[in-house]
Every structure is written in C-alpha cells, then in structure tokens.
C-alpha cells in the first residue's frame, strides 16, 4: 500500500519534523557535533582487501569513530565476523550500518547476511544499488521489496536502508524514483543519501533533506566537481557540495545518526586521501 496519501504523508512528515525543529532550536547545530563520523570502506578497499584488520585499525587511528564494510563482507564466516567485531571493540570503533547487494536481501541470502551484521553491531543493513528501471512501477516494485525487507529483519532487530545513486533522480514516467521509493516505503526504511550522485544529477541535496523529515539517517559525504577531470575524485570539501547548509538541514531536520566519508579515488593514496578527508570534515564541522 503506498505511504503517499495526503493526509496521512502530512501528518508523518509534521510529526517526524517537529522532534528534529525543536532539538535544533533548543541546542543548536554545536550541540549536534556528537553526531559520529565514519569512513565507508570502499574508499580504502585496496587497502581493506589486502588487511582488513590492519585497515581498520589504521582508520580508527586517524579518529573515525564508526566504519561501514561493502559487499566483499559477506563471504566472511562467522568466526571472521566475530574476529573483526573483537578488534572493533578494542580499538573503540562501531559499525552502524553494512552496504549490501540487491539479492543479500533474497530468501538465499537473507540469513547469512542478518547472522553476520548481528555479530558486527549493525544497525542498518543497508542496499547500495539497484538496476535502473524503465517505469515507476518497477521502481514501485524495489519499494515493496525493500518493505518485504524490513519486516523480516525487524525480528533480528535490524532495520533496512537504501542508498542512492545518479539514476534515483532522474524522472521515469514523470515522477523521479527517489521520490517513489519515498512514498512507497516504510518510514523506517532509511533513505542514505549519497549527496555527490545527487548533486551530479542536478538534484538538491538540502531540499530532499528538508522534504524528507526523519528519514535521512544517514549521508555518503561524498563530494563531486563538475569539471570533469576530476568528478568524484575531488576531496571533501573542494568540490560542489554545501556541506555546512547539508550539516545543518541533516541535524534540524533530517534526523541523521551518522556521518560516512566516501571517496572513490584521489590524486592521494587511499589512506592519506581517507586522512584528508577527515581532517577537512573537521574544519568544515568546527566552522559551521
């Protein structure tokens, strides 16, 4: 049943709203400073795939306070998983939340998956990409799915977040996917944005945030240029983004928990270009 009524829509988003408002009148953006910071992996993944361990150990060095593993996670066993959430708890460092293939989702998969991000610690199992699609109802479809979702792995005290990409906001049959995937799940289904796709397709990052109350839980701080040399490999910061208006909407409004930095390649190392990253982050956060 889609959650896009009118009535019902504006009774959630108010409700969902108001919270997020006051907590930002009340005590203001400084106060939201303990909002945590992590790297998504993928920004270090030669590194990660040569010594997971070693890799993490190296981020939550640099002061990450959080980590989110992608796919190549799920071909751990379960003594992996254990051994990696023992180091996690050693070094002081979380994992809220997993990006997770389409079919980690499916009857096959489902239990492997939910075993291992119960061992992790996750909070969200999050899928990271989805085939674009010719019409809204196939996007209709993804949304059903990812509800299906949700309420199986609820009983394991797990929740479900979709992540997305450029084509999420490009129209089909008149109405941007984004948006349908929106109205037609659940509002515990996170929406991750990943704010560099969006800004390349020429959405609005802050305005999905400010019409989406509650349900941006967590941001891809990915960063991209419009020259196209560089794109997405541009640092956090130096590219397009507005990250002090995106802080502040994700905190008054969007009910963010966590923070991801993402990088998909720089003119650095993997793991200086993880380094920068934070260190920019920290002067941007510091100044807003």
């Not at 089909?172 to 969006?198: F, H, W, Y």
Request: with cysteine.
């Amino acid at each position: 049943m889609p959650y896009s009524k009118f009535s019902r829509r504006s009774f959630v988003a108010m409700s969902a709203a108001l919270p997020w408002a006051l907590r930002g009148v009340a005590s203001g953006l400084a106060a939201s400073k303990s909002v945590p910071v992590g790297l998504e992996l993928y920004s270090v993944r030669d590194e990660l795939q040569k010594d997971p361990q070693g890799t993490v150990r190296a981020v939550a060095k640099m002061g990450y306070q959080c980590v989110e593993f992608y796919a190549p996670y799920f071909d751990w066993t379960t003594a992996q998983a254990k051994e990696m959430r023992k180091l996690m708890d050693d070094i002081g460092i979380h994992c809220y939340s997993t990006h997770n293939d389409e079919d980690f989702f499916g009857a096959e998969k489902i239990g492997h998956a939910t075993e291992l991000n119960q061992i992790l610690g996750t909070k969200y199992m999050v899928q990271a990409w989805s085939d674009p699609k010719p019409d809204a109802n196939s996007w209709k479809v993804l949304a059903d799915k990812l509800n299906a979702a949700s309420e199986k792995l609820a009983a394991a005290g797990l929740k479900v977040g979709y992540h997305n990409h450029d084509a999420e906001w490009k129209p089909v049959d008149g109405k941007r996917p984004i948006e349908i995937l929106a109205s037609n799940t659940k509002p515990n289904v996170m929406l991750q944005l990943d704010v560099g796709t969006c800004l390349e397709a020429g959405a609005d990052p802050l305005a999905w945030i400010k019409a989406n109350p509650g349900r941006i839980r967590s941001i891809h701080c990915k960063d991209w240029s419009p020259n196209p040399n560089v794109g997405y490999k541009t640092l956090f910061g130096e590219g397009k983004a507005d990250w002090k208006g995106i802080f502040q909407a994700a905190e008054s409004v969007g009910g963010v928990e966590f923070y991801l930095i993402e990088q998909e390649g720089s003119r650095y190392s993997e793991l200086e270009t993880a380094q920068r990253c934070l260190q920019a982050y920290r002067s941007t956060r510091g100044a807003s």
